[in-house]
């Protein structure tokens, strides 16, 4: 099978490039940065013609906007990223009887007092553009009728770009103290372990008569405090004073979600996935980032 990658160049993009070297199957990887096969996917004719020339059969779209703060003033071009483009490869999917998988957030909830993890069924509240263009994304997808596996994933890092680890190992290791919010829950997950259960969904044709929407995190839950905790500690940098604090003391232009645990009950009884605990995945990683530091 010929499998389109778009957004190749970001955290899941990148491990999925690493996954794939052990497929049996033909990926074609995009993205609109120097380095890769250039495609558009808003543009509909460009994916058509792609999808024509290399016989595509599924589309995994890591694709995205997806600075959250950004997002707010943004305009147009966050609706057009995380909703249009979703579609646009929907439809062309749907034409030749493919398979998109989607990937989602958990910022489609926050909108409600949540203290019981989301489920996929749950209604979506989200409390920002980011997270209602996402929704809009899920909803765009579901109504062309294409076969989809719609993802939905937290607190993404990975060795790969701008994220969360990166920026605290760098802080935690040059700064005597920091504060980090406590009253925001979730799970982080580690890009290279979603890209093995998308891969194994896909390599083993899993979906066929399991399309829907799914959740994945890595398991267990934690504050963005506790997080930061974890990660200083396992680099060693004891030198950093790290704080608990609240929310508004980090002014921002949006409201994210206090509460957005995803329930995976359903992915891992569906498809068998294993899922890491979050702490020894944070573990692999930062053991990759100083080695190749």
Known sequence: MNILVTGANGQLGNEMQIVSKNSKDNYIFTDVCEGYKKLD???????????????????????????????????????????????????????????LVHISTDYV??????????????????????????????????????????????????????????????????KPQLKVVFDQTGTPTYAGDLANAIFDIVENRKYDGNEGIYHFSNEGVCSWYDFTKKIAELAGHT?????????????????????????????KNTFGIKIPYWVDSLKKCEETLLKNK
């Not at 059969?57 to 943004?74: F, P």
Request: aromatic residues 8%; contains cysteine.
């Open 41 to 99: 996917i808003t543009d509909i004719d460009a994916i058509r013609e792609e999808v024509k020339a290399n016989d595509i059969q599924c589309i995994i779209n890591c694709a995205a906007w997806t600075n959250v703060d950004k997002a707010e003033t943004a305009g147009e071009i966050v609706e057009t990223l995380n909703a249009k483009a979703p579609e646009n490869l929907a439809k062309v999917m749907k034409e030749v009887g493919g398979l």
């Open 109 to 174: 909830f926050g909108g409600d007092p949540y203290n019981t993890p989301c489920r996929e069924d749950q209604k979506g509240t989200p409390t920002g553009v980011y997270g209602l263009t996402k929704l809009h994304g899920e909803q765009l997808i579901q109504a062309t009728g294409v076969k989809y596996i719609i993802l939905r994933t937290a607190w993404l890092y990975s060795e790969f770009g701008h994220n969360f680890v990166k920026t605290m190992l760098n802080l935690t290791a040059t």
């Open 239 to 267: 030198d950093c004073d790290i704080e608990p604090c609240h929310s508004d003391e980090f002014p921002s232009p949006v409201k994210r979600p206090a509460y957005s645990v995803l329930d995976k009950t359903k992915i």
